[in-house]
């Protein structure tokens, strides 16, 4: 236990006196986020299971909705660009009948994910994979938020950066975070709301 407190003290002193301390926050951040992702989804690893949740009834919006928006949102950003190409025409699909018994497209799409500028990387990755880049999305926004609560706390000024790594830790894989991460790939609504609070504090008017 004295070496694990002397090499936090060391640690916070580093932090603490760093020429560079955006860039050695970020290192040290990245390294404890992988660290930490790695005992918590570890066990995902070693027993061969995906993070898209799933029940037996296969009726969990992980699988049923997310996962399905985030595969036919590929599709269709593909077929955009495809349309535009290939017979020079803008093409925007604005209705689907393979949408529930008919759905309008965009105003489906709205709650699940358009907004989300890390969903258009799935107009780059074959349907084929996109369970991949669905598990892939969950890590990134996991980091995303962290480093948004980082950049909250220290906007604050709550105590050094080294307490302010170690609160985004906890931040990021709490129950919740984790939990809604894997059900619905939805940790960037929390960094989103993180750091809107972060830029309405330092800019007079937003937010």
């Known amino acids: 236990m004295k070496k694990v407190i002397a090499l936090a003290h060391t640690l916070s002193q ?14 040290c951040y990245t390294a404890f986020f992988a660290l930490c992702a790695l005992a918590v989804f570890c066990h995902f690893i070693i027993r061969g299971k995906s993070l898209v949740w799933c029940g037996q009834s296969g009726n969990i919006d992980g699988i049923s909705q997310h996962y399905v928006a985030l595969s036919y949102w590929g599709t269709y950003l593909r077929d955009i660009v495809r349309t535009l190409f290939t017979e020079g025409r803008l093409h925007l699909p604005l209705f689907d009948t393979s949408i529930g018994w008919g759905g309008d497209v965009l105003q489906t799409l709205s709650y699940y994910v358009m907004g989300d500028p890390l969903n258009l990387l799935s107009a780059l990755v074959p349907r084929a994979y996109t369970e991949y880049l669905y598990q892939f999305l969950i890590l990134v926004r996991l980091y995303l938020a962290g480093l ?34 894997v059900v619905s ?15 309405s504090g330092a800019v007079p008017g937003v937010g």
């Open 148 to 181: 948004a609560f980082s950049a909250f706390a220290l906007h604050l000024k709550k105590g050094n950066r080294f307490y302010t790594l170690i609160g985004s830790m906890v931040y990021l894989f709490t129950g919740y975070m984790a939990v809604t991460g």
């Open 185 to 199: 790939g939805a940790a960037d609504a929390l960094a989103g709301k993180a750091a809107k609070i972060a830029v």
């Open 14 to 27: 580093k932090l603490k006196n760093a020429k560079h301390p955006v860039a050695v926050y970020i290192l």
